[in-house]
C-alpha cells in the first residue's frame, strides 16, 4: 500500500516541506508540498538525497570499534551498543579523573542544528562535562551574527531577518542565497522572491568578489576586494551621517549611540574605501543615498562578511546601517520572528570573553572556544590540554581553518568518539563511532531555522520510518551516555523528557499556544502535517529586545574599538597578490554529501576559479594542475578559467578531500577533491570575534615543477 508522508528537508536553513511517498520500505517519490505554508512546494535538487542518505551502505547502522593494523591501516568491527556506550562513557571519566574536565574536548558540527533532538537532549550529557574546551561549526561561521546580535539586541539568537517580500532595495553582502537556498535568512524559493521583488520595482545590489548565480539575478553587482566590506560599510555610515540623512525614525525613541559611531566613521571616507574595496567613491555614495530614500530597505551579509578578517566589524555595521537609516524592525525591512517554539526568552542570550583558550588566548562565546585553536589546544602539552574528543555531526578535518594540522592532532589523543553515521576524514581517528537512526527514522521539528525564517509557520513531522528496536536515535544516545556519566559521578540522571514532548510544551506555552487563537499543541500539529502558518513578520520592537533597559545601544565598545584596527590594517598602500575565498554549489552540502551519485554527477565542481588575466600572468592555463599554497599549506589544483571572478581573487568550494585512508565513503572518494581548510590558516582570524577567516586568505598560485 503506498503512504504519503510529510517531512521536512533538514539538509539546509530553507526547510522545504516535502511529500514522501512509499510502500513499505521502498520510498517511491519525494517532491515538494505544495502546501507548506512557508516553502509553498519549493524544492531543490538535494531533497532526493534524503532518500540516498537513507539506502546509502556507506551509512553506518551499528556502533564500531576501529581495530589498528599494520601501516597505520585499520579495519572497523560492529560491536553492541552497551559496549559503545560502556567504553566511550569510562574514557571520558578516566579522563575526567585524571586530567580534569578541560581535557574533554568537543566538537558539534552544522547538522546538529537541523536535528532537534541534538539541539534538547546533549546536556544530558554535557550538563556533566562543563569543559572549557568546547568548540562548535558556530566559530566557521555565523559567530559575528551571534554577537552583534547580543551586543545590540541583549539575546544571541535575536536576528533580523530580510523582509524580501515587502522590500524596495536590498543590499546584500557575501551571500549567494541562489547557491545557498538562504543562511539566518530562511527563505525556500528564494529565486522567485528575488524576481517577484525585481517586478514590484525592487532593486537587489549584490557586493561580492565572484559574480556569483544570485549576482547574475541582481539589478546590479558590486565586485569587492575580499576583507575589505568593513570599509566599505563604514563609508556608507560615513555617508549617511555627513549628508544629514540618516533617519533612524520610531527606533530613536529607544536607540543610543549613533552620534558615537558617527564621529567614529568620520575619517571612513568613501575616497579612502574606494582606495581598497575596489569599488569607487561615487557609487558608494550612490548606493548609501538610494538606501536611505528608499521607503523599505534591507542591508544584509552572510559568510563573505562573516567569516573574514573584520567579520565581526561587517555585522555589526550592518546592523547599523540598517538602525541609521530606520529599516530595522520596519515591514520591508529587516523584521524579528516570533517562533511557535520561542527559544530566545527560555535559553541564556550568550556571553563573550568570560574565559580564554589556553594556548592562544583567544575568547570564548557561548561557553565555546574558536574552533581555529582546536588543534592547538590536543598537541599542546600541559594543565588543560584536551586528551580526549567528542565530535558529533562535524567534520572539522575538512571544515576547520587548517585542517591538516587538526588531521595530525586527532591521533594523538588518548580516545575520541564521535556520534556520525560515517567514517569520514575526521571520524576515522575515532576509536568508536556511533551512528544514530537515519532522518528518515525519526520524528522532526525546527526548533533553529523558525528562529530565522522570513515567515512565522510551524511544523511537525513522525518518522516516516519506523527504526528497528536496537537503533538508536542522536537524542538517545547522548542520554544514554548521559546516564552512565551521571552514575559514575554518584548523581542522579536527569529526568527523561523525549524531544517531542518538550515540542508539545514549547508550543502550548508559547505565543500561539492555550492563550491564543491558534491554541497550537502537538496534537494540532500532527493533524495539520503540511504546517500552521502564523503570518508574515511583524514589527515587534522595543518589546522584543532583551537588553535590560529595552534599549538598543549601538556603540558596542568592542566593536567601536575594531574600527582602529580597519584604519590600521588598510592604512598603506593595498596589498596586491591573490586572495582565496570559498564557493558553495546548490547540489553540495558542506562536507558530507559527496556521497551520492545523484548530486555529483555531471561536471566537476571543485576546480580553483581564476581570473584569465591571473592565469596569463602566471603563465598558466585553463585545466592545467597548479600548487596553492598559502602560509599554512598548499594543495595542488585543477584550473578553471572564470571571469566571475575578479582579477586578483581565487575561489575554491570546501568540503572536498576525500581521498584520504580510511575514508568510507565510496562515491566521495572516487570524486575526491582536495581540501581549501587545507590552504586556509588557523592564525588568520577576526580578531574581535575569534572567528575563522577562510574567506580572503592570501595565496600564491604556480605550476608545478
Ligand atoms: N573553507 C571553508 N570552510 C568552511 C566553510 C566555507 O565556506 N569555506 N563553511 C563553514 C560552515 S558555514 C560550516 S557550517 C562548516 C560545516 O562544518 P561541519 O559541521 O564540521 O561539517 P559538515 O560537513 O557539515 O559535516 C557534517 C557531519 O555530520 C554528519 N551528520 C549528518 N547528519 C547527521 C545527524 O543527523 N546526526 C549525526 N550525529 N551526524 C550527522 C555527517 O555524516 C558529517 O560527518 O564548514 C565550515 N567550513
Ligand atoms: N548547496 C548548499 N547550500 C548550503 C550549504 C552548502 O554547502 N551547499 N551550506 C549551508 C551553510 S552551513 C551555510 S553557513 C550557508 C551559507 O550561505 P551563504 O553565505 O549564502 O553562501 P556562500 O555561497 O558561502 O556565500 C558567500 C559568498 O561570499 C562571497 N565572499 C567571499 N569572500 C567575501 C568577502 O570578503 N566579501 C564579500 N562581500 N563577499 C565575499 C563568496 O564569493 C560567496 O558568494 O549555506 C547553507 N546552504
Ligand atoms: S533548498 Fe534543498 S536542501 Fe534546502 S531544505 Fe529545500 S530541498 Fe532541502
Ligand atoms: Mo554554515
New binding site residues.
Given amino acids: 500500500m503506498t503512504q504519503t508522508h510529510y517531512r ?9 516541506g ?1 511529500k514522501i511517498e512509499t510502500r513499505g520500505e521502498e520510498i517511491l517519490s519525494i517532491k ?1 508540498d505544495p502546501d507548506d505554508p512557508l ?1 509553498r512546494g ?6 532526493v ?2 532518500q540516498d542518505i537513507h539506502e546509502d551502505p556507506d551509512r553506518l547502522r551499528y556502533p564500531v570499534k576501529r581495530v589498528d593494523g599494520e601501516n597505520g591501516q585499520h579495519s572497523w568491527v560492529e560491536i553492541s551498543w552497551d559496549e559503545a556506550l560502556d567504553t566511550t562513557a569510562e574514557a571520558l571519566m578516566r579522563s575526567y579523573r585524571e586530567h580534569g574536565v578541560d581535557s574533554i574536548g568537543v566538537y558539534l558540527g552544522n547538522p546538529s542544528v537541523h536535528n532537534y533532538g541534538m539541539l534538547t537532549h546533549q546536556n544530558y550529557l554535557f550538563r556533566w562535562l562543563r569543559s572549557k574546551n568546547r568548540f562548535s561549526a558556530t566559530s566557521v561561521d555565523q559567530l559575528p551574527h551571534h554577537l552583534t546580535s547580543l551586543w545590540l539586541f541583549g539575546h544571541k539568537s535575536l536576528f533580523p531577518i530580510p523582509d524580501i517580500d515587502r522590500s524596495e532595495y536590498f543590499l546584500m553582502l557575501g551571500a549567494n542565497p541562489l547557491a545557498s ?2 543562511s539566518i535568512w530562511t527563505v ?1 524559493d528564494v529565486k522567485k522572491r528575488i524576481k517577484d521583488m525585481k517586478a514590484r520595482g525592487g532593486k537587489l545590489i549584490v557586493v561580492d568578489p565572484r559574480r556569483t548565480e544570485t549576482a547574475e539575478l541582481a539589478s546590479e553587482h558590486l565586485s569587492i576586494v575580499p576583507g575589505s566590506d568593513a570599509l566599505f560599510l563604514a563609508a556608507m555610515l560615513n555617508t549617511l551621517f555627513e549628508d544629514g540623512i540618516a533617519d533612524p525614525g520610531k527606533l530613536s525613541a529607544f536607540t543610543t549611540g549613533l552620534d558615537e559611531i558617527a564621529a567614529a566613521v568620520a575619517t571612513f571616507t568613501p575616497e579612502h574605501a574606494a582606495q581598497h574595496c575596489g569599488i569607487d567613491a561615487p557609487t558608494i555614495r550612490r548606493i548609501a543615498k538610494d538606501f536611505a530614500d528608499s521607503g523599505a530597505a534591507i542591508c544584509y551579509g552572510r559568510m563573505g562578511v562573516s567569516t573574514q578578517i573584520f567579520g565581526g566589524l561587517c555585522q555589526w555595521l550592518i546592523q547599523i546601517i540598517n538602525i541609521a537609516t530606520g529599516n530595522l524592525d520596519k515591514v520591508g525591512g529587516s523584521l524579528f520572528t516570533l517562533p511557535a517554539v520561542d527559544q530566545v526568552p527560555r535559553t541564556g542570550p550568550g556571553g563573550f570573553d568570560r574565559h580564554r583558550s589556553r594556548v592562544r588566548n583567544l575568547p570564548e562565546f557561548d561557553r565555546e572556544l574558536p574552533a581555529a585553536a582546536m588543534a592547538e589546544e590536543i598537541t599542546t602539552p600541559g594543565e588543560g590540554q584536551i586528551r580526549v574528543m567528542f565530535t558529533g555531526a562535524g567534520n572539522p578535518v575538512l571544515s576547520t581553518p587548517n585542517g591538516r594540522a587538526l588531521d595530525d592532532a586527532l591521533p594523538q589523543l588518548d580516545f575520541m568518539v564521535s556520534l556520525d553515521p560515517y567514517i569520514n576524514e575526521t571520524t576515522r581517528h575515532a576509536h568508536i563511532i556511533l551512528p544514530p537512526t537515519s532522518p528518515l527514522e525519526h520524528d522532526h521539528y525546527d526548533i533553529a531555522f523558525h528562529i530565522n525564517a522570513m515567515r512565522n509557520t510551524s511544523r511537525y513531522n513522525p518518522p516516516v520510518f519506523e527504526p528497528a528496536s536496537d537503533k538508536l536515535h542522536d537524542w538517545e544516545i547522548f542520554t544514554a551516555l548521559g546516564e552512565r556519566v551521571a552514575r559514575a559521578l554518584g548523581e542522579e540522571p536527569k529526568e527523561l523528557v523525549a524531544p517531542h514532548e518538550m515540542i508539545d510544551v514549547g508550543l502550548q506555552f508559547g505565543p500561539y499556544g492555550k492563550d491564543s487563537e491558534h491554541d497550537l499543541s502537538l496534537e494540532k500539529l500532527k493533524d495539520n502535517p503540511s504546517g500552521i502558518d502564523l503570518g508574515e513578520l511583524q514589527p515587534m520592537l522595543p518589546d522584543r529586545l532583551m537588553t535590560a533597559d529595552k534599549q538598543i545601544h549601538c556603540a558596542a565598545p568592542p566593536a567601536l574599538a575594531d574600527l582602529d584596527r580597519l584604519a590600521s590594517t588598510f592604512g598603506g598602500t593595498p596589498a596586491d597578490g591573490l586572495l582565496l575565498i570559498g564557493r558553495r554549489h ?1 547540489r553540495s ?1 558542506n562536507s558530507w554529501m559527496h556521497n551520492y551519485h545523484r548530486l555529483v554527477k555531471g561536471k566537476p565542481r571543485d576546480q580553483l576559479m581564476v581570473h584569465p588575466e591571473d592565469l596569463s600572468a602566471h603563465a598558466l592555463k585553463d585545466g592545467d594542475q597548479a600548487l596553492l599554497q598559502s602560509r599554512s599549506g598548499e594543495v595542488t589544483v585543477t584550473l578553471l578559467a572564470s571571469d566571475e571572478v575578479m582579477p586578483g581573487v581565487v575561489s575554491l568550494p570546501h568540503g572536498y578531500g576525500h581521498n584520504r585512508q580510511g575514508v568510507r565513503m565510496n562515491t566521495a572518494s572516487a570524486n575526491a577533491g582536495v581540501s581549501c581548510n587545507d590552504v586556509t590558516d588557523a592564525a588568520y582570524l577576526d580578531e574581535l570575534s575569534g572567528n575563522a577567516a577562510i574567506n580572503g586568505v592570501p595565496v600564491k598560485l604556480s605550476a608545478i615543477a
Fill in positions: 521536512a528537508c533538514h539538509l539546509c536553513e530553507a526547510i522545504c516535502l515538494g516553502s519549493h524544492i531543490c535538487p538535494k531533497a538525497a534524503l537556498n538562504g525556500p546548490v552540502n
